[in-house]
């Protein structure tokens, strides 16, 4: 294995600024790497070789011109195959998107573009990003480096697994009930969702429209925070987008420092469900915060018991009118078109042929939920949880800076362990859903193994809409005390692949 695959984005920008190696050099390497291990791991969907090293090159030569690059420029990156890209497929992990080419790109995609950030391919995701697992994507499931019988999280485990697998040293996610952060969790990995409107939504493909967030994906916190500088600001494109300055998330990364903070631990996250080595690594990441300066206090948040019920009412009723639009007419798949059909038969024929049983779960689920004498009953009410859910971050903020919680309730499980059990699948997100609700910022890293499987576990820390910098604060401190006590980082634990 090449070393120039183990260095961090921070140390690669570094590198290429210096002149010590070339951006090419390092989108070969990478390159080199997928083609010998993503056919075990299965995390990305379609490698653009020649885009890569064309980007690449680009970056070289404006060095060579002496031109100023930016904090990223020439680190390779896989993106969440739901953003678009032009001139490079876009599936969202579905057949009915198969062999899709969008004509233009993300605002995401722009910038990511725009910093001289090497888009190496498109990750593997559940199906339209329903799913905690990537066992439902269209293209088969994604392997969790760690174990390649278990699974790498959902929606976004392509992006996860690339980089724990050492395929790139960044990702793109994103984050609807916890995409970003659960997959970040159980594969040992730097997961962040943004403030929700803080990074532009246009060019990613909707599933539930007043929740999905995009967001960045890294092996550290400083890494996840250069990203993240680079993809968020205000997008005119996008109407949901906060007009507003980025937090200096780079520089809190920098700060390594919590005296004086006061953060929470909240209550209702913990107990039955909870595999035993996932709260040990939990309460030791609690108390090094004590530790390092902080104080810990205990916040009770009682609607959080509510967020998973309301979550999968608002989410698939949201995905069941924007999926509409894949009616076999416009774009996409199109089955049983032989003249002598009707369009309404083509249609039923498309989405039959074209979705997946997660996402036909979903929208029938949705459409119900809207449909006429049950949506004040059932979406009605789910709005107004959300709102509860709102008024108990915000009481709980009055109090403290951050909030904490383990990500996940266990470790990455078997593949195929809860396929057919929906409900155990949800409850992979029962810690992260609460924050999407609300649109705050959430940050999930690795704190440890489990001591029953060897497997990682993540902490979660929320702060408040636009506070981002907070988790980089508090993330980068917790990150750097647990390699001084290791003496290494966790990744450097994970089995060869």
């Known amino acids: ?98 062999g899709w080419i969008p004509p233009y790109d993300a605002t995401l995609t722009t910038r990511l573009k725009d910093a001289g950030v090497v888009i190496l391919g498109k990750t593997n995701m559940d199906e339209f990003a329903m799913g905690s697992s990537t066992e439902n994507s269209a293209y088969g499931p994604t392997g969790n480096p760690w174990d390649l019988t278990r699974i790498p999280g959902g929606s976004g485990g392509g992006s996860a697994a690339a980089l724990a697998a050492f395929e790139a040293p960044l990702a793109i996610g994103t984050d609807t009930g916890g995409s970003i952060r659960q997959p970040g969790a159980v594969t040992g990995t730097v997961g962040v969702k943004p403030t929700y409107g803080s990074v532009s939504r246009y060019g990613l493909v909707a599933f539930s429209s007043s929740l999905d967030q995009g967001g960045p994906c890294a092996r550290t916190v400083l890494d996840a925070a250069l990203l993240h500088e680079a993809i968020a600001g205000h997008d005119p494109l996008d109407s949901t987008s906060i007009d507003a300055p980025v937090p200096a998330v780079v520089e809190a990364a920098r700060m390594r420092d919590v005296r004086g903070m006061r953060i929470g631990v909240v209550k209702e996250f913990a107990g039955e469900g909870y595999q035993a080595g996932v709260m040990q690594r939990f309460d030791e990441s609690v108390e090094l915060l004590r530790e390092l300066g902080a104080e810990v206090v205990e916040v009770s948040c009682p609607s959080f018991t509510l967020a998973l019920p309301a979550y999968y009412l608002i989410a698939p009723s949201e995905c069941s009118s924007n999926l509409a639009r894949f009616d076999a007419m416009r774009y996409g798949l199109r089955v049983g078109d032989d003249g002598t059909r009707s369009a309404e038969e083509v249609t039923a024929l498309t989405r039959e042929a074209g979705f997946g049983d997660e996402v036909k779960r979903r929208i029938i689920l949705g459409t119900y939920a809207l449909s006429s004498g049950y949506y004040d009953a059932y979406y009605g009410s789910a709005q107004k949880v959300r709102t509860l859910i709102s008024r108990d971050f915000d009481t709980a903020f009055a109090g403290v800076d951050v909030l904490v919680s383990p990500t996940t309730p266990t470790t990455a499980f078997p593949i195929g362990e809860r396929a057919d059990d929906p409900m155990a699948m949800y409850l992979a997100d029962l810690c992260t859903i609460p924050s999407n609700l609300a649109g705050n910022a959430a940050m999930s890293l690795p704190v440890g193994l489990a001591p029953e499987d060897n497997l990682p576990v993540g902490l979660q820390i929320i702060a408040p809409a636009m506070a981002d910098d907070r988790l980089y604060r508090v993330g980068g401190a917790v990150e750097a005390a647990l390699n001084d006590k290791w003496g290494h980082t966790l990744l450097e634990e994970a089995p060869a692949l």
Not at 43 to 68: M, S
Not at 70 to 82: I, N, Q, T
């Open 1 to 98: 294995m090449t070393e120039l695959i183990k260095y961090t984005a921070a140390e690669t920008a570094g590198a290429i600024a210096k002149g010590e190696v070339s951006a090419v050099e390092v989108a070969q390497a990478h390159l080199d790497r997928i083609d010998a291990v993503d056919k075990k791991v299965n995390a990305f969907l379609h490698v653009d070789t020649d885009g890569a090293l064309a980007a690449a090159r680009a970056v070289d030569e404006k060095r060579a011109k002496g031109e100023e690059l930016g904090p990223l420029a020439g680190v390779p990156l896989a993106l969440k195959d739901v953003f678009t890209t032009k001139g490079v497929p876009t599936t969202c992990g579905s057949k009915m998107l198969e």
